[in-house]
């Protein structure tokens, strides 16, 4: 195997999931190659949109067409642990957030 890929329809949307690629065939970025012909299939099964998910590494820039921001959040209970849960939440978003800038 080369590249494989995992995602989910909706209707007319792609949503790519979870793309894996051999490293034995890496010099040939399989990975790319096979999202070129996803592309370029989608239109004929009536794929209007692919999503490529959250994150800009380099591929998605590639081929990318747009970019929407993504925002993350969560509903809770007015309790003090719902409260101390989403404390903890946000300081972990926070933290990855600053960890993703700087890399």
């Known amino acids: 195997w080369a590249a494989l890929h995992f ?3 909706a209707d007319n949307v ?3 999931a979870f793309p894996v690629f051999n490293r034995e065939f890496g010099r040939f970025s399989p990975g790319l190659v096979l999202l ?3 592309i370029r299939e989608a239109p004929g099964r009536g794929i209007d949109e692919i999503d ?3 994150g800009t590494t380099g591929y998605k820039r590639l081929f ?3 970019i929407y921001p993504i925002y993350r959040g969560v509903w809770h209970r007015a309790t003090v642990r719902g409260i101390a849960y989403r ?3 946000s300081a ?4 990855q ?3 993703k800038r700087r890399s």
């Not at 972990?92 to 933290?95: A, M, S, Y």
Request: charge should be positive.
């Open 52 to 54: 490529l998910s959250e």
């Open 64 to 66: 990318a067409t747009e």
């Open 7 to 9: 995602g989910l329809r």
């Open 97 to 99: 957030g600053l960890r």
């Open 14 to 16: 792609l949503h790519s």
């Open 92 to 95: 972990l978003w926070r933290l």
């Open 87 to 89: 404390a903890w939440l």
């Open 36 to 38: 070129a012909k996803i």
